[in-house]
């Protein structure tokens, strides 16, 4: 079975600062692992995903996530936060051997930046 | 990517009744899922809406109490059957095409059940 856990469900940058989204996952096959962002009132939009090859991936936004499988981490950054980054944040892992490809999902980080 | 899109967005609703959701895509897909999103929390996956079958319900889901249907490959539904207040949620339906494991989601359907 997997797992998905956020640490932090809410977190607070100032504009211009350093966005850090924490995800850990756990899996017993290797994993697809995605980021999807959730404004206010609206659905779920793909940031991101992995599946394989390079560890680093970058989305749409300006957001990248790196996946460190010695870690079990699937972190979210962003260098510089804009007030428009305000969101609810949610990292999920599907198994790519399951060949069912449902995905988990954490509970969700929101987050807030302070002009 | 395609244009997934959900009727009613939004509705309120008195205990008993039922409300029938739909999903729409404006391409084909290869799969179709329903996930519920209770107030403040993450998305739950109700079931995989399989194409010209019997959808494929989670553990805590049933057939009574969430009715599926997929008729084609760019449509499906999901009742909401008996609501009560606990029913409260937001209702999300996502597919995905070629690269299956990737899945993209619906606007969502607010319901409200009084």
């Known amino acids: 079975a997997q797992s998905v856990t956020q640490l932090g469900s809410h977190v607070s940058v100032s504009e211009g600062a350093l966005v850090l989204l924490r995800c850990n996952y756990s899996?017993?096959?290797?994993?697809?692992l995605f980021w999807y962002v959730q404004y206010p009132n609206q659905g779920l939009q793909l940031l991101l995903k992995?599946?394989?090859?390079?560890?680093l991936v970058k989305g749409i936004n300006g957001f990248e996530a790196e996946f460190k499988k010695s870690e079990t981490s699937f972190h979210l950054t962003k260098p510089s936060a804009h007030m428009s980054d305000a969101a609810e944040y949610f990292c999920?892992?599907?198994?790519?051997?399951?060949?069912?490809?449902?995905?988990?999902f954490g509970k969700g980080t929101k987050l807030s930046v302070i002009p | 990517s395609a244009v997934i899109s959900q009727k009613p967005s939004r509705d309120i609703c008195q205990r008993g009744t039922s409300l029938t959701i739909q999903c729409q895509v404006d391409?084909?897909?290869?799969?179709m899922f329903w996930y519920r999103q209770q107030p403040g929390q993450s998305l739950t996956l109700i079931a995989t809406?399989?194409?010209?079958?019997?959808?494929?319900?989670e553990s805590g889901f049933v057939i009574d109490k969430f009715p599926i249907s997929r008729p084609n490959l760019t449509f499906s539904t999901l009742t909401v059957s008996n609501m009560s207040p606990e029913d409260s949620s937001i209702y999300l339906c996502?597919?995905?095409?070629?690269?299956?494991?990737?899945?993209?989601f619906g606007p969502g359907t607010r319901l409200l059940v009084l």
């Open positions: 809406a399989n194409q010209g079958s019997e959808a494929t319900y």
């Open positions: 899996s017993s096959v290797p994993p697809y």
């Open positions: 999920a892992v599907s198994d790519s051997g399951a060949g069912s490809y449902q995905l988990t």
């Open positions: 391409s084909q897909v290869t799969m």
């Open positions: 996502s597919a995905s095409w070629g690269a299956k494991e990737t899945q993209y």
């Open positions: 992995y599946t394989t090859g390079a560890t």
